[in-house]
């Protein structure tokens, strides 16, 4: 099984642009883990996980950020990494 990790520095999650470019990241490259950084973002919702394509077989954690820096999500298939 093939290992593939992601990391990306999006400075800033909260526009839809940005959710979509996630969702095409995880249907075409497939990562096993996906480490976003600087989403930008205080709180997150089950929803706009499910608009950035985690599907339910995807792992996911998400650390807020303070104020207008940091927030860091981490996704990992879990059929992969449990």
């Given amino acids: 099984m093939e290992l593939s990790i992601i990391s990306w520095n999006i400075r800033g999650l909260g526009k839809k642009e940005k959710c979509c470019a996630v969702r ?3 249907t075409s490259r497939k990562p096993k ?3 976003i950084q600087e989403t930008k973002l205080a709180a ?3 929803a706009t996980f499910r608009s950035m394509g985690v599907r339910q077989n995807l792992g996911r954690v998400f650390s807020p950020a303070e104020g207008s820096a ?3 999500i981490s ?3 879990t059929n992969f990494l449990r």
């Fill in 44 to 46: 997150f919702t089950l």
């Fill in 75 to 77: 996704i990992w298939d």
């Fill in 33 to 35: 883990i996906l480490l």
């Fill in 24 to 26: 095409k990241l995880i």
């Fill in 70 to 72: 940091g927030g860091l």
